[in-house]
Each structure stands twice: as C-alpha cells, then as structure tokens.
C-alpha cells in the first residue's frame, strides 16, 4: 500500500485547518446560554438538516458502507427505508412539545411530565451511552487511519479530539452546525470525485449499465428483500418496522441529535431541516453503497489483494501459517485472471451457461477470502497483538490510496477524517449541554448567564477529554463498529420507552415510570449478557424493541390499580402483550 504524497499532506491539512478556525471565527463570542446551546435558535432548515446528517454520518459511514457493499451488496440500504416515517413523526409530535416548553434538552420535557428524578435518570443514561460512543468514534477511524499514514493510534486519537475540542468548546452548537454544514459539503464533492473517477478506470469497453450488470451477477444489486426471516438482518421489513423504531429513539431522544435541530429559528425551520434529511439520507446511503459495488466492479478487472488490510497480511506472511497464505493469494491470482475472461465472455454473448460460471467463481472467490480470515485469526491466536481479519474496513481506503491522483487522496481522508470531527463535535455538544442544564444547573443555585457558558464550555472540554481517554484505551475492545450499536442498543429503547410514556399514556406518574426505567436497564443488560453467553438468542438490535415494549409495560403494571378503575379490559391486554413478549425473548 503505498505512502500519500506531500501534495496529499497539504490538501488534507489545509481542508481540515480550514474547518476549524472558519467554525471557530464564525461563532466566536457566544456571551449566554441560549448562544451557545441552541446557536441562538437561528438555524436554517438547510442547516438543521445537514448537521443532523453529519451528525449520524461518522466516519464509520464513509469507511464500512463501501465496504459493505464491496462484500454484501446493495441490501444495507433497507435499513433506512424506515427513517423518512420516523422524521414525520418526530416533527408531528416531538418537535412541538420541545418548541412549545422551549428546552434546551430533550430531558427536560421530562420533569414537566413526570418528575426530577426521572429527568435525571434519563440524563444520565444519554451521558453514559454517549459518552462512551464519543470516544469510540473517535478509535475508529484512528485505527484504520493509523494503517495508511504509519502514525500510532495514541497521536491520531489526541489530533482528531483536539481538534473537535477546539471549535465545539470555543462556539458550542452554532459551532458544530456552520462547521458541520461546511464538512458535509466537503464529503460529497469527496464522494463524487470518488464515484467518477472509479468508473472512469474501469475498462473503455464497460460502460456503467455493464459495470451494473456484472455486479448483478454476484447478488450485489439484490436491494429488496420482502421476506420475513428473522435470521436476514437486513430485509424490507426490518427496515420499515425495526429501523423506523431505532430511528425514532436516535433523532427523538438521543440529545446528540435533538440538540441539532432545537438550534431553528421555528417549528417550521425545524421541521423542514428533519424531512429534508429524512428525503435524502436514504439516497446518500444508496449512493454510498454503489461506490462500494464500482470498487468491487473495477476489482474485477485489477489485481487485488486476498485481504485489504496490510496489517493482517504483513502478520501471517510472517507466522508459520505463511505458505498456505501464500497458497491462497497464488489461487486468488489465477481466479482472478479466469473472472476476466469469464466476465469478457458473459458481456459479448450474455450466455447462460457463462452466467453459471461466473456466479460459481465469485462464490469460489468468497470462499478464498474467508480461508484468508481464518489464517490469520489462526496466526494471531496466543499473541497479544490483536489482528482485524474481517477487512471490509479497508476495502475503500485500500482503493483510495492505491488508485486515486495525488491531491484527491488527501480530499477523500479528509473526507473520512471531517466525518470523524463532525459526529464526535456533536457528542460533545451534546453532552456538555446535557450535563450543565440537566444537572449542573438544576441541582445547583442559579448561575449568571455568563457562569452557565463558562460551565458549558468546561463540562463539553472535560467530556472532550475523557473521549479522548476512552479512543485510548478502545483497543482492548475486539470489535469496535459492533461495539457502538451494541451500547446504543442497551439504552436507546429504555429511553425511547419513557418518552412515549410521555406523550401517550397521560394517567401514568413519574414514580411508577422511574421504577419501571430501572428495573428495566437492569433486565436489559441481563438479557445482553445472557445472549452474549448463549443462554438465550436474542441479538442486540432486538434490544431497542425490547427495552422499549418492557418499560411501558412494567410501568403500566405498576399503575395497575388506577388504570383498572378505568378500564379493566386493559388488564387482558396487558397479559396477552407480556405473554407474547416472554415467548419473543427466549424464542426469538
């Protein structure tokens, strides 16, 4: 894999320093709470959306979704499908109650429904979650970045925390929208230099309709799935009714996000900026993941490695597991070298029995990458170095810096690295704003307008710092990607669960939703880790449902003597809903 060049060095840095001191010129001054947590409540609804997407869209999005496709094809998309419904009822029933009370959290709109205590635990929950997914956002990019420019993971975690520090702290949420706004933009002009430039080098003979077509032939284009296996993560159906219920705790609960749109200058602008993300953040996935399919198109015509990431090869070509590696990467080469002709064959004649053959050779291909894996999972078994085999990471790096001109590679790890900046800035924001309004100055006497900034900006610094420490020691963490979903997993339907208490269950009492938050969050973690040892089967996405339906319902069972004296019928409901969630739990 080659080093990036000076030319690279200069665009990566200059695009980089740029963003920061541009977010940090332009919202320079903040002197009161509602500057510096809400940015004034003068957002754009252009603004509002594209910081709520660069808020989601991490580095994470930019490195694995290419990759995905790379290996699994177009299906990932139908995991958003249920994010533009949860928009719309995020803006008919969220953003009114918020804009009406005039918050700064979303946790606060929890006192005024049930109590103190049930606003804090929810706080505190969100400082727990993010707080960790702050600094694993963080690692994660550092960890792959850190293959591609020879640095050590410790200096890139501290580069990418210092620098979301410097503007988050110095201009708060109006700092992360301008600079988000300004990333967002740098990400798609990255991503469509990228797309053109892959299919520009692919062969003059192979237009993009053939490019599609032979991508077809390996299942990449397969996007719709209606079938109702629970084993298909990714189907329609899980993507209408599971991603429509994640979405709804993320962007309506999750003070990351809300703290993003709460900056509009009105309900409207609001509203606008929430459905405009929601109508284009399905496209930008699909146009994502087609980058990931013309990388896996165009390696079809050019030498590739059995496993992109150089970490993982460098390991096992030096174990004793190295000639059958080498074995591996030599049946590779002479697969390679038949696909071509195969691919040749199928695109002038389109014949069936050519159609077989190659389907047959990509799933021969498959089989040599996964043996690859398992040799080098077999070459780091009893060492302390901990090896990623699973490469799908690497594929779109990989690509980047062995195919793109001098310059434009520096564009696309700025593109990587300004998503790093903007999902972490946001965290930040987030939990600075939470910790000083939501327990700072409630439990506290009252603060001057000048003491509640200063108050912010040492509470986002100190979370900046313990983000960095968490990058820090997130090694010690197997896998990181599964790690993020997984805690966001554990406290997201808890949360979402009180919320719609909230809104919809008007004669339910804090006392009763605040017990039923605990027990829940506790039996939510015992089912993680009884899943984690195979005691049951239930996979951690399963876990926001979960711990949304047993909050409600624990918290209804404890108002089970006033509900009755309204209406007893709602006892055979209640049965028959925890009935059918037992069966779910362990039988799933």
């Not at 510096?36 to 252009?46: H, P």
């Not at 900026?273 to 980058?291: A, E, R, S, Y």
């Not at 696909?339 to 077989?356: A, G, P, R, W």
């Not at 690509?399 to 930040?428: D, Q, Y």
Request: with cysteine.
């Amino acid at each position: 894999m080659q080093t990036i060049s000076f030319i690279d060095w200069i665009v990566l840095s200059i695009t980089l320093l740029a963003i920061v001191a541009y977010g940090t010129w332009q919202t320079r001054g903040s002197k009161n709470v509602k500057d510096y947590l809400k940015g004034g409540s003068s957002s754009k609804w252009w603004t509002i959306g594209l910081s709520v997407m660069a808020t989601q869209a991490s580095a994470i999005t930019f490195l694995s979704t290419p990759g995905q496709a790379f290996n699994d094809g177009m299906g990932f998309v139908q995991f958003y499908f249920g994010l533009p419904l949860a928009m719309v009822i995020i803006c008919m029933v969220f953003i009114p109650l918020y804009y009406k009370l005039n918050v700064y959290t979303a946790y606060e709109f929890l006192e005024n429904r049930f109590d103190l205590k049930t606003r804090t635990l929810t706080a505190l929950l969100f400082l727990i979650q993010r707080g960790l997914a702050a600094g694993i956002t963080i690692f994660a990019p550092a960890i792959i970045l850190s293959v591609v420019l020879g640095w050590d993971l410790l200096t890139l975690n501290i580069i990418i925390g210092i620098l979301v520090i410097i503007y988050t702290v110095s201009g708060g949420t109006r700092a992360v929208n301008v600079t988000q706004k300004h990333q967002m933009v740098v990400i798609f002009i990255g991503m469509l230099v990228a797309f053109f430039i892959i299919v520009n080098k692919l062969p003059q003979d192979i237009t993009f309709t053939k490019a599609l077509n032979i991508a077809s032939t390996s299942g990449k284009m397969d996007i719709l799935d209606f079938s109702f296996d629970l084993n298909n993560r990714y189907t329609f159906w899980s993507g209408i009714i599971g991603g429509t219920f994640l979405m709804l705790s993320y962007f309506g609960t999750d003070q990351s996000q809300v703290q993003r749109y709460l900056s509009g200058k009105s309900v409207k602008e609001m509203q606008l900026g929430l459905i405009f993300n929601g109508l284009l953040k399905v496209p930008m996935q699909f146009f994502i993941l087609l980058v990931g399919v013309m990388v896996f198109v165009f390696y079809q015509f050019n030498k590739s490695p059995v496993n992109f990431n150089p970490t993982g090869t460098e390991f096992v070509l030096n174990s004793k597991y190295a000639e059958d590696y080498k074995t591996l990467e030599s049946d590779h080469q002479k697969l390679f070298e038949r696909k071509k002709v195969l691919i040749s064959d199928y695109i002038n004649s389109d014949d069936q029995e050519t159609h077989e053959a190659l389907i047959k050779a990509h799933a021969e291909q498959n089989n040599i990458r996964q043996e690859a894996r398992l040799l080098i999972n077999k070459s780091a078994e009893n060492q302390e170095t901990k090896i990623e085999s699973n490469d799908k990471d690497y594929v779109f790096i990989y690509f980047i810096l062995n195919n793109l001109p001098r310059g434009l590679i520096g564009l696309l790890l700025a593109v990587i690295l300004s998503a790093a900046m903007s999902s972490t800035s946001s965290e930040l924001n987030a939990l600075g704003s939470t910790t000083t309004i939501d327990l700072y100055k409630r439990n506290v006497s009252e603060k001057s307008e000048d003491a509640m900034v200063k108050a912010s900006k040492w509470f986002t610094f100190g979370w900046g710092i313990i983000a960095i420490g968490v990058a820090c020691v997130a090694n010690l963490a197997e896998n990181l990607i599964q790690l993020v979903n997984i805690i966001g997993s554990i406290f997201y339907g808890n949360v979402l669960g009180v919320f719609l208490l909230a809104f919809f269950f008007k004669k339910v009492k804090g006392n009763a939703v605040f017990l039923s938050a605990l027990i829940t969050q506790a039996l939510i973690i015992a089912l993680y880790f009884m899943d984690l040892y195979h005691y049951i089967n239930l996979p951690f996405l399963w876990l926001n449902f979960v711990g949304c339906i047993l909050v409600i319902i624990i918290s209804l069972l404890l108002e089970i003597k006033n509900i009755l004296k309204r209406d007893k019928g709602i006892l055979i409901i209640l049965i028959s809903i925890l009935s059918y969630f037992s069966y779910l739990v362990l039988d799933i």
